[in-house]
């Protein structure tokens, strides 16, 4: 494996809007809101950036094509801007370019901002009907929720999970994201669901009903990026260092070749795998202090704990139950609210997850502070479970 | 000798309880009242002429290959599309294309006799010929049309080796006595007096018809053991027979209780009815009416027995599900306009040019097989998907309709757009090698599970409305 970039970039400042259905804000005040905050944070003049990646991935509802968005609502000092989709990994993908420009020594400063405006279709859900002119001849008119519910009774006949195991489970998932949701003003969804209205809500796609989905959301993160040396000099305390960032990507084998049971997330076993060497943990459940992962579904959650080694494979369902992922338990997990309370803006996400991480790592985390949090790990996971995007970050305090 | 060497049919799942259409319409129609018993075949949404006919000729391709068929004859008055050969389609669906002749024949309830005739004589010198009859026609809220009409399909392949039913002789006359039509703008049928076509229509031209028919192949009526007449006037048949000297015992069911009238494939399909009880040496004539009348006699052969078994219409017959929801059958028909929401406005533009370059996988559901590792694969790559081959430019095509596939994992979904929701699909894997995310049909809860036996089947997958109704063919799982 190469060297890789542990403590080689250091997070100077980040921002985030307040996520939701803003009716009263476009993708450009939503850039604005998180970006104003990030560069107050990082205490930096806008002049000084150098270089900005900028995600969002279903743009065609919102700001369009190209880097040109990003650089005329923030009236950037005309620098390279690119732009990034690679579904719901997009907002780590912005990260990602940020930090190896930043690493390779080609800027001093770069930018990373995600944003996605998807309440302007008219319609709940994802914008669909999406797809090149030979997908539309073939691919099984599926949505979100339809995909991800595959992986669940998939998981449930590989082992041997019973429907009703299973619900309390992924119902446990949802339930205790409502329950971090609460103490989070940025979040879309701030109240505490009863676990009995969880499992009793309606129906979207079998076995997954509503309290199973997160919700399609307005919202913008970003992040500055520099190096932990840049950041001392600037008198920054606490320090927040990048220890590794890695990205698995599907070649077709889950949805083509037999070999795949459908189970869990090929991908995700592999970046985390890499991830988890990038960074040098030996053991990672006993060394990350917090996770925020992709709960886009609450199955995607219980599954991937397993896919990052942290559960073992088709007992993750079993640490879900016994508390170990929650606020009080022994790796929290989605501890910001998750998905599941904020809801999806797909370029976003990625970056909004390490919003939380690197407060908490700062001690900024407010009612929702772990105690002494070392090393944080955010996961995005793009697609769908039998052909995916994923993508890891594992962030920590720079010693 | 030539012949009928084979035989198939197909007919929808979904069976319309009469009774419940007539409930719906006895405030406007009282006087349908005699017409409310048994049930009706009835299309799925996703079904029409073309993907009845294919199933039909899958069914009847059972036993033959169909890489030999030389010509398609398709009949139907309700072919999908007026301008692209709609023969060509079932064509592609089976995998032929070279050294192949594909017809539409239309515009008459005897099409399918008239494409038989042709298929017949087409196969004398030895080029077999599919010859696919289906029709599913429209009828107007509350006419008698709604509750007579069926929709299926037969299909016959005609040769001169292995001859089950061998061609006795035919006969036809042509005249335009017009006893309903459908016009270029129109999607309904107009009729005229029923007592008017018995009298004039079927008493004066269809007994002399067969009367010259007899005398061509040098039988009596007696000598029929099978007489197969469609009308939507039962006695009819009876009467016709009668004043020709058939005997009553004769005169076929016209599966009217359980089926229908199936259009331009009905004759058909009592033929494929008929040949499969009969015996050898029974001599079945085919009459069909529809400005002029075309005769067939056939006389079934000892071969008729060494034919393998396939489900024919009896096997489609018996898949059977109940539909009391006349809602559902105008929704499927396009006679309700129903809030489909906003995910059912996306664009179903074709790029015509990616469909001609991946028709065999479209259409053909025709995958790779790799030469290096042996591994089955969908769609066929340039690159094996197995990860532990990877070898490029090593796939032969490989069919893959008829393999052996089943359910991995699925889902019935209450978010996507579908026509009879929910959506169900599924990762269907073929126990050959290959998966796929497939959409599913003719599927109900309960009914699709982990590791169920699934068939693929060709149906419609999109009809794009905007551009004056481009259906979209492609396939999907169903239930076995």
């Excluded at chain 2, 009905?266 to 004539?285: F, N, P, Q, R, Y």
Aim: charge should be neutral; hydrophobic fraction near 40%.
């Amino acid at each position: 494996m190469a060297r890789g970039i542990k403590d080689k970039v250091a997070i100077l400042g980040m921002g985030c809007s307040k996520f939701g259905e803003r009716w009263d804000s476009g993708a450009e005040e939503l850039m604005l809101e998180a970006y104003k905050e990030c560069l107050k944070d990082a205490g930096i003049d806008q002049n000084q950036l150098q270089a900005a990646w900028f995600s969002t991935a279903i743009d065609e509802v919102h700001v369009g094509k190209s880097g040109i968005p990003l650089s005329t609502t923030l009236r950037l000092p005309n620098i390279p801007v690119t732009h990034v989709e690679n579904m719901c990994a997009s907002g780590t993908e912005a990260f990602r370019g940020a930090c190896y420009a930043v690493a390779s020594g080609a800027a001093d400063f770069a930018l990373a901002l995600g944003v996605e405006k998807l309440k302007d279709t008219g319609y709940g859900g994802l914008p669909g009907g999406r797809g090149g002119p030979l997908q539309v001849l073939w691919n099984a008119s599926g949505t979100a929720p339809g995909n991800f519910a595959q992986l669940a009774t998939a998981y449930m006949t590989a082992h041997g999970v019973s429907g009703e195991d299973l619900k309390k489970a992924i119902g446990h998932v949802s339930w205790k994201s409502h329950q971090n949701g609460a103490k989070n003003p940025k979040a879309h969804l701030q109240k505490a669901v009863e676990m009995e209205t969880i499992l009793n809500a309606p129906m979207i796609a079998s076995p997954l009903g509503l309290f199973d989905c997160c919700g399609v959301s307005d919202g913008a993160a970003a992040a500055i990026v520099t190096t932990p040396e840049i950041a001392k000099a600037l008198g920054k305390k606490d320090i927040v260092s990048v220890k590794a960032l890695q990205l698995s990507v599907s070649n077709g084998s889950e949805s083509g070749h037999n070999s795949w049971d459908g189970s869990y997330f090929h991908t995700t076993r592999i970046a985390s795998k890499r991830a988890y060497e990038e960074a040098g943990i030996k053991s990672p459940r006993d060394e990350v202090s917090m996770f925020e992962v992709h709960d886009c579904f609450s199955v995607t959650e219980l599954v991937t704990m397993e896919d990052l080694h942290i559960s073992e494979t088709g007992k993750g369902w079993k640490d879900v139950l016994d508390g170990f992922y929650d606020a009080d338990g022994k790796i929290p997990c989605q501890i910001d609210g998750g998905l599941k309370c904020f809801g999806h803006p797909i370029g976003a996400s990625g970056l909004r997850m390490l919003y939380e991480m690197y407060l908490q790592l700062q001690g900024k985390a407010g009612p929702r502070q772990l105690k002494d949090p070392r090393i944080g790990m955010t996961h995005n996971l793009g697609g769908a479970p039998r052909e995916n995007i994923s993508s890891v970050a594992i962030v920590g305090r720079y010693e | 000798m030539v012949g009928i060497v084979a035989y198939g049919a197909y007919v929808p799942r979904l069976r319309l309880n009469r009774q419940a259409v007539y409930d719906a319409n006895k405030w406007f129609a009282a006087g349908l009242r005699g017409l409310a018993k048994g049930e009706r075949s009835m299309a799925n949404w996703d079904e029409d002429s073309i993907t009845m006919a294919v199933e039909a000729s899958r069914d009847c391709l059972t036993s033959h290959k169909a890489e030999d068929v030389r010509n398609i004859y398709f009949a139907s008055t309700t072919h999908p599309f007026k301008d692209r050969q709609n023969a060509g389609v079932i064509g592609t669906a089976l995998n032929v294309e070279q050294n192949l002749s594909a017809t539409d024949i239309g515009g008459s309830l005897k099409a399918g006799t008239s494409a038989l005739i042709a298929g017949l004589n087409a196969s004398r010198e030895g080029a077999p010929t599919l010859v696919a009859a289906a029709d599913k026609r429209m009828a107007r809220v509350a006419s008698s049309n709604e509750l007579n009409y069926g929709d299926g399909a037969a299909a016959l392949l005609c040769g001169t080796e292995n001859v089950i039913a061998k061609l006795v002789g035919h006969h036809s006359v042509s005249m335009d006595f017009v006893d309903h039509f459908r016009g270029d703008e129109s999607d309904f049928d107009y009729g005229w007096e029923e007592r008017w076509i018995r009298d004039e229509g079927y008493s004066k031209i269809v007994p002399p018809a067969i009367k010259a028919a007899l005398a061509a192949c040098k039988l009596t009526g007696t000598d029929i053991t099978q007489f197969i007449m469609p009308s939507l006037m039962p006695a009819v048949p009876k009467q016709m027979a009668k004043m020709v000297g058939i005997g009553e015992g004769a005169v076929r069911d016209l599966l009217g209780a359980t089926l229908g009238d199936t259009g331009a494939a009905h004759a058909l399909v009592m033929l494929v009815d008929a040949l499969e009880s009969a015996k050898a040496g029974d001599k079945i004539m085919v009459v069909a009416f529809g400005q002029g009348v075309d005769i067939l006699v056939f006389e079934v052969t000892a071969e008729k027995d060494k034919l393998p078994a396939r489900k024919g219409l009896s096997g489609w017959m018996a898949r059977r599900k109940e539909e009391k929801n006349y809602m559902k059958f105008l929704a499927f028909n396009e006679m309700l306009p129903i809030d489909k929401g906003m995910r059912a406005e996306f664009d179903k533009k074709t790029a015509l040019s990616v469909l001609w370059r991946k028709r065999d996988m479209i259409y053909g559901l025709v995958g790779g097989k790799c030469k290096v590792c042996g591994t089955v694969q969908f769609p066929r790559s340039q690159v094996c998907v197995n990860p532990n081959c990877h070898a490029m430019d090593s796939q032969d095509p490989y069919a893959m309709a008829g393999l052996e596939c089943s359910v991995m994992s699925f889902t019935a979904d209450s978010l996507v757009y579908s026509p009879d929701p929910p959506g169900y699909y599924g990762m269907i894997t073929f126990t050959e090698g290959g998966r796929f995310m497939a959409d599913f049909t003719d599927s109900d809860k309960d009914q699709v599970k982990v590791g169920a036996k699934m068939r693929m089947t060709f149906r419609i997958r999109d009809n794009d409305q905007m551009r004056g109704g481009f259906k979209r063919y492609f396939w999907k799982a169903a239930p076995v």
